[in-house]
């Protein structure tokens, strides 16, 4: 039986990485709906040696739900980048402080 708990928190954590792995980041929220219910199911049931392995699972969950958000927070970064651009340039002076040049509209009409 124990051993049946333990396998099922692999499985949701080993689903998990998965989904972190390919992106799928809209299927984590039912895949920790998941985990949460293994693991109240293993409370108490799982063995130390069984317990340090998926501790080392559940680690490396973390490190990938960690750059999952970096690269999220860049991605927004990029887009709020792009969105701004078409309101002001950025640019760098000499010393390496980021100017902003904000786009004048045309005074002349110059269509022929």
Do not use: C, W
């Not at 409370?43 to 970096?70: F, K, S």
């Amino acid at each position: 039986m124990a051993n049946d708990v333990a396998s099922d928190v692999r499985l949701r954590l080993e689903a998990i990485r998965q989904a972190l792995i390919s992106g799928d980041i809209l299927s984590l929220v039912e895949e920790e709906g998941q985990l949460r219910q293994a693991l109240q199911a293993a409370v108490g049931q799982i063995a130390p040696a069984e317990r340090a392995e998926l501790r080392r699972l559940a680690h490396e969950n973390e490190a990938l739900l960690r750059a999952t958000r970096q690269g999220i927070r860049s991605a927004l970064r990029r887009m709020a980048e792009i969105r701004d651009a078409r309101v002001a340039f950025g640019t760098y002076d000499s010393g390496g402080r980021r100017k902003v040049i904000p786009h004048r509209p045309p005074e002349t009409d110059r269509s022929f």
